[in-house]
């Protein structure tokens, strides 16, 4: 499965963004998903994810009150919209994806990652 991730850009603090996760390949159902970002000299951190069925989601706790992760299948994409954005969001985003039996968070399980996609937020 190849992952793309789009939808980043430059917004203000209070704004919000949708990215989207759009796989090739048949079985993308059949993954867990998650986004997760790396900010300048930092080191790469989970954001959220979600279950193959989309019965399942999780998410960091920076995450949590301003940011939804959704998929549509039948699209092959996984999304993950931004309200309330702040300027310590700012990041390259990716998308990726784990096996069974991967720790949701740990970012060295996922073995399948997309290219990323810059998210900027203004003060």
């Known amino acids: 499965v190849q992952l793309q991730a789009s939808g980043g850009g430059l917004v203000q603090a209070g704004g919000s963004l949708r990215l989207s996760c759009t796989a090739s390949?048949?079985?993308?159902?059949?993954?867990?998903v998650a986004w997760f970002r790396q900010a300048p000299g930092k080191e790469r951190e989970f954001v959220a994810g979600i279950s193959s069925s989309a019965t399942r989601t999780y998410y960091a706790d920076s995450a949590k009150g301003r940011f939804t992760i959704s998929r549509d299948n039948t699209r092959n994409t996984v999304y993950l919209q931004m309200n309330s954005l702040k300027p310590e969001d700012t990041a390259v985003y990716y998308c990726?994806?784990?096996?069974?039996?991967?720790?949701?968070?740990?970012?060295?399980?996922?073995?399948?990652w997309g290219q990323g996609t810059l998210v900027t937020v203004s003060s």
């Open positions: 390949g048949r079985t993308f159902s059949t993954y867990f």
């Open positions: 990726a994806t784990a096996p069974a039996g991967a720790v949701v968070q740990r970012t060295r399980d996922y073995d399948n």
